[in-house]
């Protein structure tokens, strides 16, 4: 009796031993799978990161270069104004206010059909704006007409509001002395100078 339960309990305790070993080697599998569960996530979130981290420097880099730039405009705008300030009021108590003058454009206009005359033979026309052309339309046809062989055409362009334009009358082309031409002529000429008085060492 006793020697069969002995094998009965052997058999039992050979399944246990049995089963116990499924179980370790179930457990150890599922550790090794959960291990590399793990692992991968881990990775995945490392390389996530990564991503995020990049694009946020790349949107801080891309913000960074916007206000750089927003900057060197705003600079370019702030020199470029405080240029055409200066200009403009130097321009206007200068160059406008004298073309504005009409003894000085009268004397301007005689001096150039006296040169014209030299090389030209036909008549010259004359571009006033209406207020000079009101005051000088008359006079300088009389005094050209004493100094030039040609003649002298004054016509009024509305558009010019001082100084003039003058030339051959048979011809498409004139010299332009107009307030605008001077301005963006002498503007060219004397911006650069002002940009390095006024900015140096930036």
């Known amino acids: 009796m006793s020697e069969q339960v002995n094998k009965i309990i052997d058999q039992l305790q050979q399944r246990i031993d049995e089963a116990n070993q499924k179980a370790e ?39 960074d270069q916007k ?39 009268e004397k301007a206009i005689l001096t150039m059909c006296v040169e014209f005359s030299k090389t030209q033979h036909g008549d010259l026309r004359v571009l006033l704006g209406t207020e000079l052309f009101e005051k000088l339309g008359a006079t300088l046809q009389n005094k050209a007409h004493q100094i030039i062989k040609g003649g002298l055409s004054v016509e009024k362009d509305s558009r010019i509001k001082a100084g003039f334009k003058i030339g051959p009358a048979d011809q498409g082309y004139v010299y332009d002395f107009s307030e605008d031409a001077l301005v963006e002529l002498f503007s060219g000429a004397y911006g650069q100078r002002i940009e390095k008085q006024i900015f140096t060492g930036e």
């Open 25 to 63: 080697a179930i457990i150890q599998e599922a550790e090794t799978k959960a291990q590399k569960i793990l692992a991968d996530a881990q990775a995945k979130a490392v390389e996530k990161l990564k991503v995020t981290d990049e694009e946020i420097k790349r949107r801080q880099d891309a913000h």
């Open 67 to 105: 206000v750089k730039q927003a900057v060197r405009d705003a600079l370019i705008d702030l020199k470029q104004n405080t240029i055409n300030a200066i200009l403009s009021k130097t321009l206007d108590e200068t160059i406008v206010k004298l073309m504005k003058n009409e003894s000085i454009v």
